[in-house]
C-alpha cells in the first residue's frame, strides 16, 4: 500500500484532515472508508500511522496512532537534466528517476528536441509532470518528493547552474576516451551529481562544446548506444549503486582501498 504525501498543515496535534483531490482518491478510487489504517507523510518527511475516521468524496479524517521511523535523507543528490521527448517516453522517465531517487529534474529544450512544448499549454504540461512524479514517490514510499521545474532553455540552464561542488556529466554516445564507469573510479564516493541527457537525436556538438566550457564532464555508457528515455535511467542506476546504496547499504570498507 502506497502512503501519501499530506498538504502543509493538514496535521494538527494529533488529528489529520486530507481535502483536494487526494480526499477523493483516498475515498473514491481507493475506497477506504471509516476505521481503515493509513499511511501518511508530512512535513519534514515524517511518517505516520492513521486511523481514518471519517472518509467522504470531499474530506477525509484521521488520527495519529503511530509515528513511523523516518528513512534517513538520501545521501546522494541528483539533479536529472533531460531533454523533452516526445509522447510517454517523458513520462517513463519522470516515473523511473523518481523510483531511483533523483533529487531534481529539470527539463529542458535542446537544438535537436522533437517536442517544444508551447506557452499556452506549458503550465498544464509541468502539472501533470509533477503529478506522475508525486505518484511514484508514493507508490515507491519516498519520503520526499522531487523538485520538477518548468522547462529551461539548455543554453540557460548550462550557464547558470550553480552546482559547483557536484560531479557534472554529460551523457555523449560519440564520447570515445572516458566512460562513465572511468570517470567514477575507485575513489571516494559524491554526495551531488547533474546528469545532462539529450533527446533522440542527441546533442549538438556545440552543446557538447557549451557544457564542457561550463565544466560538464562528456562520458559514454560503454559500447552500448542507448534510447533518450533510457540513457539517463541507466546512468542514475549506475551512480545509485556505486556512490549510494542501490543494491544494499554501503559499509565503511566499501571505500577501503583493495591490493
Known sequence: MPHFFLAPGAI???AVTITGSLASHVAGALRHRTGDR???VG????????????????RVRGVIVEQ????????LRVTLAQAVLKGSHMDGVLQKA???GVHH??????RRTVVRPRDHRSSRQVARWRAIVLEAAQQSERVSIPDVDDPRPFDAWVRSNPSDDAARLLLWEREASRSLRDHLGPGPPG????????PEGGFDPDEVDLARAAGFVPVSLGRAILRAETAGLTALTILQFAWADLGGPRTASDNAPHD
Open 68 to 75: 513511523l521511523s523516518s528513512d534517513h535523507p538520501p545521501r
Open 98 to 100: 523518481t523510483e531511483l
Open 38 to 40: 493509513l499511511t501518511v
Open 191 to 198: 554526495d551531488r551529481a547533474a546528469l545532462l541527457v539529450g
Open 105 to 110: 529534474i529539470v527539463p529542458l529544450v535542446t
Open 12 to 14: 494538527q496535534g494529533d
Open 43 to 58: 512535513e519534514g518527511g515524517r511518517r505516520y500511522r492513521i486511523v481514518l475516521t471519517e472518509a467522504g468524496p470531499r
